[in-house]
């Protein structure tokens, strides 16, 4: 069985309901989402095993190689390039690592690099495993500590009885 808080304005007790069900289950693995503000680790005091940073890739651009095409930039949808002469300007925040300058640039100026946006924690609080994901502050993309939580899942196998909690907050519109 999963079990999924999810939604609903802050403040309305997601934590605290998604926790009370964890507690009164035998078999739990509890995975918090609201990568954005964790809080189900204050109502239960995991160990922490281990800390995974989380990057998404962003361009480099080699300035030896680049014409000043304007091909990356052009491309780019969220403007995390802009061309001023024959410099280009990288804004890493505000890239969503598609690679998609990479494969347009005609003189294979730029390569990707990692840039850590946050940390996956992992342990155990109880007799449940845990899971948290925590966003760099000020870093505004929430998705991929999400989904790699969500890749770290294992679903629980113990007979018929498997159980997950996975309280989540979601931005409003989305």
């Known amino acids: 069985m ?5 939604s609903g304005k802050g403040g309305t007790g997601k934590t605290t309901v998604a926790v009370s069900i964890a507690l009164s289950l035998d078999v739990v693995q509890f995975v918090d989402c ?5 809080n189900a680790a204050i109502f239960l005091r995991p160990v922490i095993a ?3 940073p989380v990057t998404m890739p962003v361009p480099e651009v080699d300035e030896s190689k680049c014409s000043g095409c304007r091909k990356c930039a052009e491309l780019c949808a969220y403007n995390a390039l802009v061309v001023i002469g024959k410099r280009v300007l990288v804004f890493p925040h505000m890239c ?3 690679g998609g300058c990479t494969l347009i640039c005609p003189e294979k ?3 990707v690099k990692p840039r850590e946006i946050g940390t996956i924690e992992t342990g155990h609080a109880h007799s449940m495993e845990f899971m948290q994901g925590i966003l760099n502050v000020g870093d505004p993309m929430a998705t991929p500590i999400i989904g790699q939580l969500r890749a770290r899942q294992r679903f629980l196998h113990t ?3 498997t159980h997950t909690v996975r309280p989540a907050r979601f931005a409003s519109g989305g």
Not at 2 to 6: E, Q, S, Y
Not at 34 to 38: G, L, S, T, Y
């Open 96 to 98: 969503h690592g598609c």
């Open 34 to 38: 609201d990568v954005e503000e964790p």
């Open 159 to 161: 007979g018929y009885r």
């Open 109 to 111: 100026a730029i390569a």
């Open 50 to 52: 281990e800390k995974i």
């Open 2 to 6: 999963i079990i999924a808080v999810a």
